[in-house]
């Protein structure tokens, strides 16, 4: 972006700290002020007279703390609010075509634009930074944060599909006539997700148990390269062909099983049209979780830090794999990107890689409730 001299901006604290890291910016800055002062709590239950614009940030999160916020937005809208979003860039797709959206802003934002609306309700966080074991769902802490008491709330009013265009559901005809499986390699954030060679294990075993189903290995840019290479063929190492010949083992496929595909969607919402005519959604504690619960679409959840019914108490079709105790931490709500100091120590190990609880989860068990899945 490029800034007019003079004018005021709105930052998050995470960009004001990236920027700040520039040492020509870091010597060039004197003065730094933070909105918070500025920004009035906001309450249903106070209006002004006049329009009722609302902007509303849930900075706290990625992909699925979007979607846990589009019911709040909603029923905002529903009371009688013109609602407003301001994302983080990249956030923004997550709300396109939803009809209770007005405008659509992304940070940094003119201070003079703030100014524009009635009222503002931003959050940095939720819930992702509370490590308690106690918390709400984040859509109730949000309602309840705004004035609204949680429990009046019908939990079917608690979940909101995504809209698609007509382009994005025309995108899912290149896997007409195959049933496709959902297999999120890797969350966002290391602590909640598997090692790549127990997710490929995991999804190499499911991919032998459903020869039926065309497993799609999803992944984005941010996951680490190991996670895909873990599912090539142990026998020829990926490359389709062992001793000049092609390998029986996959049969020139390349990876573990003919049925397993990773893929890269470069456009998320093609994605997320695919998932609503997925036979079964895997994944850990992230993205796919939401998505899938969104729609109601089948899915087992492999659950480690978080404890599951604190996230997806009100989607419907979710199984939830959450063998707490393997870890007498468990929940621990741990968000960051380091394992905590108090995790129990892993015998003939030099440093923790996985989450004892995550760990804890057999293959078998991943096979068997996408069995009892596909029996209902």
Not at 34 to 44: E, G, I, N, Y
Not at 190 to 204: E, K, Y
Request: charged fraction near 20%; proline fraction near 7%.
């Amino acid at each position: 972006m490029t800034f007019e001299a003079g004018r005021d901006y709105l930052f998050t604290s995470n960009q004001v700290q990236n920027v700040m890291q520039d040492k020509g910016v870091n010597q060039r800055t004197y003065k730094l002020s933070k909105a918070d002062m500025r920004l009035t709590s906001f309450h249903v239950g106070v209006r002004r007279v006049g329009p009722q614009r609302l902007l509303f940030f849930n900075g706290g999160g990625g992909f699925g703390d979007q979607i846990m916020t589009w019911p709040v937005c909603k029923i905002l809208n529903d009371i009688g609010f013109e609602v407003h979003i301001l994302t983080d860039p990249g956030n923004n797709v997550c709300w396109w075509n939803q009809p209770f959206v007005k405008t659509i802003q992304t940070v940094p934002m003119a201070w003079e634009s703030v100014k524009m609306f009635d009222y503002t309700a931003f959050f940095e966080h939720v819930a992702n930074m509370d490590e308690h074991q106690d918390q709400l769902h984040p859509v109730d802490i949000m309602l309840h944060r705004l004035g609204i008491d949680p429990s009046s709330v019908d939990a079917k009013l608690k979940v909101v599909r995504p809209q698609f265009t007509y382009a994005e559901a025309a995108s899912v005809q290149q896997f007409n006539g195959k049933a496709i499986g959902l297999y999120q390699l890797a969350a966002a954030n290391p602590v909640r997700c598997l090692q790549p060679g127990d997710s490929a294990f995991i999804l190499t075993k499911l991919a032998e148990a459903f020869p039926d189903i065309h497993w799609l290995a999803v992944y984005d840019e941010f996951v680490p390269e190991d996670y895909v290479k873990a599912l090539h063929c142990t026998e020829c190492e990926g490359k389709g062909e062992k001793d000049g010949k092609k390998c029986k083992e996959c049969d020139g496929h390349k990876y573990r099983a003919k049925n397993i595909e990773p893929k890269l969607f470069p456009n998320l919402r093609e994605l997320w049209a695919l998932t609503e005519h997925a036979k079964v959604v895997v994944s850990p504690d992230s993205m796919m979780v939401h998505v899938a619960g969104s729609m109601s679409v089948p899915c087992v959840g492999l659950w480690g830090p978080v404890d599951p019914t604190r996230r997806v108490q009100y989607y419907a079709n979710h199984t939830a794999l959450f063998p707490k105790q393997f870890c007498p931490h468990a929940p621990c709500f741990t968000y960051g990107p380091v394992f905590p100091k108090y995790c129990p120590p892993r015998p003939g190990t030099a440093g923790r890689k996985t989450c004892e609880v995550l760990a804890g989860i057999a293959p078998d068990e991943v096979c068997e409730a996408v069995a009892k899945i596909r029996r209902a």
